[in-house]
């Protein structure tokens, strides 16, 4: 089952790679090209995930601020953690999915490149694939050669390698001629680039200085150095920028460290055609870090500039609208207050007002004929 699903992962690598081997007919370059369009395949993610971790080393501040607040109340922290997250967009796992992407294309790289009868050449199907094999094995068995210790006998890690070199050697031979009249889709692959042997383990090259120092076994030693150089490169120029701190920077440092380990000892003991992948994946992705960290950079700058100022126009529009409250407030407050005054007046005055006159001052029609100055016979004459 894993050996079946395992099989159709490898086959679209297997056809790419072998598209540019076509094409360029050097493994090398088809190595080279091929790492060049997964790179491409895995931009838009990679550019999200970038985007992603310039945002979070911008804001390790507030996050540090967060941690040191909460730091006795860890469910506080992490919803605090989480509701900081969502309001500015991160993701902090968005950064560790992709950079651990080019490792499941090397281990399928790898058994492309130790078994290229069963994927890198295209028979029509698997079952097709090991049939042919079985009659490669065959030919070879009848033609008395000898295998390598790696091929252990034609049964092998990289026994299939040998067949196809054995192949290309004897290919005047009778029985290779109508074995290669029969399957036509064979290639008789040439695993040679810059002078070197791609299928050589540096680890065995090393062991082979002792016998004599050339330059093809020097270049073989250097793929595994040249691989862990990069790739410590590569972890600098990442992190770049980084403002981490405490167990988190530590945790930074240990990776930067232990990934360039890890690419040294790939690259030294499996064939140096990962080694090429590797040095061509390093390469690549620091010219894609730079300029990605570089471009994300600037954007983020302007995207917080652009927040802050939208701000400040709240803010001061929120400040205008307050002080246009504030004066109607007051209009209607002075308005209300000389409302009152002219009240207070007028009922001031209705009390100031003399009592008005009862039914003894009135004479007749005129209700203040009388005063207190009345004298009924005013007016009267004496006879």
Partial sequence: MFSTIGYFICIPFAALLRLFYNLTSSYGLSLIFFTL????????FQMKSKKSMVRMNRMSGKMQEIQKKYANNQVKMNEEMQKFYAEEG???MSGCLWSFLPMPIMIALYYIIREPVVFFMNFGSRAANLEV???????????????STLANGNDGAYAQIE??????????NPLVKTFLAENPNWVNVDYHFLGLDLTTLPSSAFGALKSGVTPALIGIVLIPILSGLLSFLLSKVSMAGSQNQGSAAASGK?????????????AFIMPAALGVYWIAQSAFSIIQEAILGRFYTKKIQAEEDARFEAREADRKRRQEEAKVLQEQQRQAAQKKTLKEKRQEALEAKTRAKKPSTTEAGR???????????????RYDTED
Avoid: C, E, F
Wanted: glycine share 4%; net charge positive.
């Fill in 37 to 44: 369009v997964i790179k491409l395949v895995l931009l838009p």
């Fill in 90 to 92: 991160i993701n902090p």
């Fill in 133 to 147: 094999l079985q009659k490669a094995k065959d030919v070879i068995a009848a033609l008395n050669l000898n295998w």
């Fill in 163 to 172: 067949i196809i070199q054995h192949i290309s050697s004897n290919a005047d």
């Fill in 254 to 266: 240990t990776m930067m460290l232990m990934m360039p380990l890890m690419s040294v000892y790939i």
């Fill in 363 to 377: 004479v007749g029609d005129r209700p203040y004929a009388r005063g207190r100055s009345y004298k009924a016979d």
